[in-house]
């Protein structure tokens, strides 16, 4: 056999061993060039050789200089096209040189000599030992190789025998066929079977660890579905596992952070536990289902778009310019800063101007969703922060309940009415509230019945209160007020031909096409039917209005077009509700108009003196507070003290008594801004001497006579002009303050501005 030349057959995907078969299929021209001519000659053999770089097979560089004798034993043609032939290895060859002929490669080989020593054997137990081993392991392996054993003569044998068997790559196999020496190949065998004995170990490690655990499982849903039909059975079945059930799969959904989850299972444990019978039972429930509505983790990502948030707050609200502005300038320097510090807006203002609606805005704007509580009227600072849960009945406060009904926690958070909060025996809500409104502490609020620390700091809270002096004094330092007023008649109109109409016609499946209000009608509706500094009422009014025409529609069947001037709007709102002119047709002595400062908006306050023979007391009524009783005491002395000079015969002030009264007497009046008022009524009385009724005043009145300032002067000019009010006295002081008086006011009333009540003297009596 030395110096053959045979055809070489490269392969690089399977290997062949000596005393080992292989079956391969090709269509490849080149491997049908080598396969053809070795099965024309008469021993079909062929060298079988596995390129050194399996990439690259045509190259004589690339291929080994060992490899596989073989012989063809079998070669047929198979209906794909293909050729199959199987292939016994018979030795291992040595290649002396290749060469390219005739469009394949032939070889010249030469035998090999495989070596052997005395150590062979040692190594053949050792590698015995080792599969042994393995195929404790790998028990399929066992009953063909076993089969065979009783062939193998030698290492080298016994080596190529394990070496075809083994489950391995191409890669090391190819190693197997390569490597000449028997005790070397026996090492490398050995150390492959070791990996592979560890690598099936831990394999049937996993195995039966995911076996125990599904049988685990498998027993205890198995024990749980019987222990459910047993109780069935006995009619016994009870909501509480069912419910447990769905409290545990509620809190593996749940958003929250750890300690918050270790609590809930915790009581879910205590709920479990507890008898079905316990009182408490029903406590725990209750706590459960408030941790588990809690969105404790639960954000919305803002809009960072300001141009957007501006445009959103002027499609929803008219004119309140400098209100928008400033809204904005708050939002864009909390987003630019990031700032937790910042202040909270407190929108405030009389009823009905849209605080509410602008801080729904601003939600909207930011993509926020929103909370909106009242604390007006609470005395109880377990309504902020919640009853302990011992407590019978024991709730969160209302901040927890906004939060939850918000769903996240990072709303726009209402809080309405924080001028109207009191304080008692049961604590001060106030303080509390500012607990939950400061940006040091509101990341761990703590409500009572929660008892889990609740993280506010995300929230944008948006306080609303009537009046500012009212607002409890620390909290007002923590905010950043931005006043709202009312709105004049144009301003109302305006309104609500641009938002409260199209709301209405939509809401009422009505279009503009149906119905129409000029804006006489509209006036109208703000005069005689409302009396209130916002649109509130107005909006009522036509919604009134539009559900009486839908009513009106049906019952008629007709689709007809309903123009609605001033004349139509007694037929469906009824008799005018305010007169427009609230000053009396006669000016009257004693009779002189002050100006208020109400929930409603400014409003006139006609100030009521009369005096019978007495003994020259004061009788005030009208529930008046505390300023204003001193106010009309300063009045009288001031008028006493200088009856000389303004002719009034002080007997008159000795020998009766005088009452003063304001009208509207069950509504509580408090303030000093009446003063120049009550001093003008007392003087008209005494001197006889009316003043015309569409004058009004404002001012307090010291005891030399001195004017001073006011406040409130929009609401109350707004308020004089509706009730028919065409001059009015005003302290000097408030001159700056006339910029906020809309102009269309300023052109139908004439305002004096005085400095003491001399001017006014002047100006009402001087000539009589
Ligand atoms: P507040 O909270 O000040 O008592 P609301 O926000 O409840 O008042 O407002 C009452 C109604 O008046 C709302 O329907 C609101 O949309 C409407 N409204 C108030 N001011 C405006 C305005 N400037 N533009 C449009 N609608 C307004």
């Not at 190819?174 to 026996?186: D, F, L, Q």
Request: net charge negative; with cysteine; glycine share 6%.
């Amino acid at each position: 056999m030395n110096n053959q030349k045979l055809a070489v057959l490269a392969l690089n995907d399977v290997v062949v061993f000596p005393n080992n078969e292989i079956r391969i299929e090709y269509d490849d021209s080149f491997e049908k060039a080598s396969i053809d001519y070795a099965d024309n000659t008469d021993d079909k053999y062929l060298v079988i050789v596995h390129p050194i770089d399996s990439n690259y097979v045509v190259d004589v560089t690339s291929l080994p200089s060992y490899g596989i004798l073989g012989q063809i034993k079998l070669k047929l043609n198979v209906p794909n096209g293909k050729t199959r032939v199987v292939i016994e290895g018979i030795k291992r060859v040595h290649v002396s040189n290749y060469f390219y002929q005739n469009h394949f490669y032939q070889a010249d080989i030469s035998e090999v000599v495989i070596p052997s020593s005395e150590e062979d054997k040692n190594y053949y137990s050792l590698l015995m030992k080792s599969l042994d081993k393995y195929i404790e392991k790998a028990p399929y392996m066992s009953n063909a190789i076993i089969s065979q054993l009783d062939t193998v003569e030698s290492l080298n044998e016994l080596c190529d025998l394990i070496g075809s068997f083994l489950p391995v790559d191409y890669n090391k196999k190819k190693k197997y066929v390569m490597t000449i020496s028997p005790i070397e190949r026996a090492r490398i065998l050995i150390e492959d079977m070791n990996e592979e004995i560890k690598f099936l170990e831990l394999e049937r490690k996993i195995e039966s660890e995911v076996e125990q655990e599904i049988e685990e499982s498998q027993k205890e849903y198995f024990l749980r579905e019987k222990l459910r039909a047993i109780k069935r059975e006995l009619g016994d079945i009870n909501s509480k596992e069912d419910e447990i059930e769905n409290l545990k799969k509620r809190l593996s959904k749940l958003k929250c952070n750890y300690k918050v989850r270790e609590k809930i299972k915790s009581e879910i444990s205590r709920y479990e536990a507890m008898s079905s019978h316990s009182p408490e039972l029903g406590m725990i429930r209750d706590y459960l289902d408030w941790m588990l509505h809690l969105p404790w983790n639960i954000y919305t990502k803002d809009t960072k778009d300001l141009v957007k948030v501006e445009q959103i707050l002027n499609s929803t609200h008219y004119a309140l310019e400098e209100v928008k502005s400033r809204i904005l300038e708050y939002l864009a320097v909390k987003q630019n800063t990031n700032n937790l510090r910042s202040p909270i807006l407190c929108l405030v203002g009389p009823p009905g101007v849209g605080k509410t609606s602008l801080a729904l805005s601003i939600a909207e704007s930011l993509g926020r969703k929103t909370a909106k509580i009242s604390v007006g009227g609470i005395n109880d600072e377990a309504e902020i922060v919640g009853h302990r849960r011992t407590y019978v009945g024991a709730i969160p406060g209302r901040i927890i309940q906004g939060i939850r009904k918000a769903g996240t926690a990072n709303p726009v958070f209402i809080i309405d009415e924080i001028d109207k909060m009191t304080k008692d025996i049961k604590g001060d809500p106030a303080s509390s509230l500012l607990e939950v409104l400061d940006p040091e502490q509101n990341d761990k609020f703590s409500d009572h019945y929660i008892e889990e620390e609740f993280d506010l700091s995300k929230v944008l809270f948006i306080a609303t209160a009537n009046y500012i002096e009212q607002i409890p004094y620390e909290l007002r330092d923590r905010l950043e007020i931005i006043e709202l007023t009312s709105y004049t008649e144009y301003e109302k109109l305006d309104i609500a031909k641009n938002h409260l109409i199209p709301r209405a016609l939509e809401e009422h499946g009505l279009t503009s096409l149906q119905v129409q209000l000029d804006d006489d009608a509209i006036l109208a509706i703000i005069r005689y039917y409302t009396k209130e500094a916002g649109v509130r009422e107005l909006d009522r009014r036509i919604a009134s209005l539009f559900r009486k025409i839908v009513k009106k529609m049906l019952l008629e069947k007709e689709q007809v077009f309903y123009p609605i001037g001033e004349k139509d709007l007694e037929a469906f709102l009824g008799k005018k509700k305010f007169s427009y002119e609230k000053t009396g047709k006669k000016s009257e002595v004693g009779v002189v108009n002050g100006m208020a400062y109400t929930a409603f908006g400014g409003d006139i306050l006609p100030i009521e003196v009369t005096m019978f023979p007495g003994k020259g007391e004061l009788i005030l009524t009208g529930s008046l507070g505390d300023v204003m009783q001193e106010s009309c005491q300063i009045s009288f002395s001031y008028i006493k003290a200088n009856a000389g000079s303004f002719s009034i015969d002080s007997n008159l002030l000795s020998e009766n008594d005088i009452h003063i009264h304001f009208p509207e007497g069950a509504v509580a009046k408090d303030g000093p801004s009446a003063g120049i008022a009550i001093t003008t009524a007392l003087v008209s009385l005494f001197k006889n001497h009316a003043v015309a009724n569409n004058v009004a005043m404002t001012g307090e009145i010291t005891l030399r006579g001195r004017i001073l300032e006011i406040g409130g002067l929009r609401e109350k000019v707004i308020g004089a002009h509706r009730a028919g009010i065409r001059k009015i006295f005003l302290p000097r002081e408030n001159r700056k303050d006339l910029d906020e008086i809309p102009e269309e006011l300023k052109k139908q009333i004439t305002f004096v501005f005085v400095e003491k009540y001399g001017d006014i003297y002047q100006r009402l009596f001087g000539r009589g």
